[in-house]
Nanobody
Framework: QVQLVESGGGLVQPGGSLRLSCAAS????????MGWHRRVPGKERGLVAA???????RYADSVKGRFTISRDNAKNMVYLQMNNLKPEDTAVYYC???????????WGQGTQVTVSS
């Protein structure tokens, strides 16, 4: 059974930084595109950042220049470095593994990020 476990969320002041981590298990990591999504209450979950197995990245316009996604294929880990956080970044952040061969997606349970003074 595929498992994705996020960590690193919390409360931070505006302008601060957080680093989210996602540990994947029971998965062939290097055939998955890994992504971070977020959900704000009352809104649909949306893509924040994604990274392919070769390192190609894409970002939502709202986080470009502030967030950086990275992965460690040897450790089955994906990270999201979030800098210059804003109150509008407050959301539950979810890790996704998308198998590029089967089209199957797997999700973590989410981690809360709150940006507030």
């Amino acid at each position: 059974q595929v498992q994705l476990v996020e960590s690193g969320g919390g409360l931070v002041q505006p302008g601060g930084s957080l680093r989210l981590s996602c540990a994947a298990s029971n998965i062939i990591f290097n055939i998955n595109t890994m992504g971070w999504h977020r959900r704000v209450p009352g809104k649909e979950r949306g893509l924040v950042a994604a990274i392919g197995s070769g390192g190609t990245t894409r970002y939502a316009d709202s986080v470009k220049g502030r967030f950086t996604i990275s992965r460690d294929n040897a450790k089955n880990m994906v990270y999201l470095q979030m800098n210059n956080l804003k109150p509008e970044d407050t959301a539950v952040y979810y890790c996704e593994a998308h198998n590029v061969l089967s089209g199957q997606s797997y999700w973590g349970q989410g981690t809360q990020v709150t940006v507030s003074s």
